[in-house]
């Protein structure tokens, strides 16, 4: 039978990989192979390099957690798996050793803001009256920026800038703290407070959040581009005192990797080129 493509209705698959390299194995490699190794990892990163989806992008960690670092992005399932299969292809049997892997997938947060909210928004606190034309305008605005911001949570284009960070979250199911039996009103309060601070660091850091409830053990990943490591540090840091996070949120492993090229990863990581 022949594979069917396992596309969502909405949005594109997404994977976060990390691995050690087994520098035993590297070593016992016959001549000319890593050479010819990174030329394939090369080749795979280059067929899969769209501004959304296929997109395949490499890092080395920083830290010690693993040595290598992939993001992958496809609109379909078994689109995602092969991408995987055959990044694993690049490396001989063995030498790479599985560290953290999270699949999830983009979507849209029930918390977004809605054109009913900012026609009330308008009214309120820009003092306009409906059908006048500096209403209309501004409502055309409004909407084109919500349409703008559907579209690149579900389709993300994200910058290829120097460090990418990630890590898994949860909300929290505890006794008196417990998110899922909050109403929607009080969650859509403090998503709000929570997403201003982000907004702080346009410019900065631009985020992408995929959900995995039902996919992996987490519920979402939070995957975070910057230039500097300082601005990662200060919009979790900051995002910590929002009520969202102080008491409703729980986090796993963070990884920093550093964006690099096949040929600068064998650099850095400093594998022989046997």
């Known amino acids: ?28 490699l016959p001549s000319g192979e890593s050479t010819g190794r990174r030329e394939r990892l090369a080749a795979l990163c280059q067929a899969n390099n769209a501004p959304c ?11 010690g957690k693993a040595d290598l670092a992939f993001l992958l992005q496809h609109a379909e399932l078994d689109g995602l ?22 699949l999830s997938v983009t979507e849209l947060t029930e918390y977004m803001p809605t054109l009913e909210d900012a026609k009330n928004r308008l009214q309120r606190q820009e003092n306009l009256a409906p059908g006048t034309p500096e209403y209309e305008k501004r409502l055309a605005e409004e909407s084109k920026r919500i ?26 199911r505890v006794a008196g703290d417990n998110w899922y039996l909050l109403n929607f009103e009080q969650r859509k309060l403090l998503m709000g407070g929570h997403a201003r601070t982000g907004r702080k660091y346009a410019g900065r850091v631009v985020q ?13 990943g939070v995957t975070l581009m910057a230039r500097q490591a300082d601005a990662i540090k200060e919009i979790v840091y900051e995002m910590r005192f929002d009520e ?30 046997i």
Not at 5 to 28: A, C, E, N, P, T
Not at 92 to 99: A, I, N, R, S, Y
Not at 208 to 220: A, H, N, R, V, Y
């Open 1 to 28: 039978m022949n594979q069917a493509r396992i596309s969502l209705k909405q949005g594109i698959h997404v994977m976060h990989l990390f691995y050690r390299v087994d520098r035993w194995k590297w070593l016992q």
């Open 53 to 63: 989806q296929p997109r395949l992008t490499c890092y080395a960690n920083v830290g």
């Open 81 to 102: 798996a092969r991408m995987h299969r055959d990044l694993e292809s690049c490396f001989p049997p063995g030498v790479l050793q599985p560290v953290f892997s999270y």
């Open 147 to 172: 349409e703008e911001y559907m579209h690149y949570r579900l389709y993300p284009e994200l910058p290829d800038w120097e460090i990418m960070g990630f890590y898994p979250m949860n909300k929290r």
């Open 208 to 220: 992408m959040i995929t959900g995995s409830t039902g996919l992996d053990d987490w519920e979402w």
């Open 244 to 273: 969202v996070s102080a008491r409703y949120a729980d986090f796993g492993p963070f990884y920093i990797n550093l964006r690099l090229s096949p040929e600068a990863l064998w650099q850095h990581l400093k594998l022989p080129h």
